[in-house]
């Protein structure tokens, strides 16, 4: 609410449980957040993430096993907040990669359900890529109809293992766009502001906040 009253146009949010202050996806949680901000009567978009459910830790004394940390879960169960409660925007992480020392998982077939639900729904899904090859997957999902046009793209830079927080990178991510797309950009950590400017340069929108500092 504050964000929104210093001039933010969309709010993004993750929650955690208060008890632990530990990520959680509890449906009440969203609940709870999205009706305190819709009773402020601000006129900020909110936008729900579903990221969270596609961390993969293998189990290092079985090769193909699933380690302590892993989150994988089902599309529907990382939808099930956005169904219920329809924000205006969703993040869809079109991304399967290395994050830090683990992996990131969203296969195409998944990634498939998600934005048909997320479609169904009637929310704009924000498409999170972190590579050129994952614009090239959004681009798919975009000529198979289960994302709508004009489509939403934020470029994710500095994250570990994706692309760098770079003029280069951002540029070569930019032009990989499909036409008319909307788009923003963020890198994170100290890369945060200078990549905030090169999105205005480059003629995009910008992300900055704790998810990404």
């Known amino acids: 609410i504050d964000a929104a009253k210093a001039g933010a146009a969309v709010v993004h949010i993750h929650v955690r449980d208060p008890a632990t202050g530990k990520p ?14 819709r009773e402020a009567k601000t006129d900020v978009l909110i936008n729900l993430t579903t990221g969270p459910g596609a961390r993969y830790v293998p189990d290092p004394s079985a090769p193909g096993g699933v380690g302590k940390g892993t989150t ?7 939808v099930a907040h956005v169904l219920e409660l329809k924000p205006d925007i969703c993040s869809l992480d079109v991304a399967t990669m290395n994050m830090g020392p683990n992996a990131f998982v969203n296969i195409p077939a998944h990634l498939q359900k998600m934005a048909a639900m997320i479609r169904e ?10 590579d050129l090859g994952h614009i ?6 975009i000529a ?70």
């Open 24 to 37: 959680s996806r509890d449906v009440a949680l969203y609940r709870e957040t999205v009706k305190l901000i």
């Open 121 to 130: 729904a009637g929310v704009k899904p924000e498409l999170e890529v972190f």
């Open 72 to 78: 994988m879960s089902s599309p529907e169960e990382r």
């Open 144 to 213: 198979d109809g289960l994302v709508a046009t004009p489509p939403f793209l934020q470029l994710c830079t500095g994250v570990p293992w994706g692309a760098p927080a770079t003029t280069e990178a951002m540029l070569a991510m930019r032009n990989a766009l499909p036409p008319g797309a909307i788009w923003s950009a963020f890198g994170i950590a100290r890369h945060q502001f200078p990549m905030a400017a090169q999105a205005v340069i480059l003629g995009g929108h910008v992300r900055v906040g704790l998810e990404d500092n």
């Open 136 to 141: 090239e997957l959004a681009k798919r999902l």
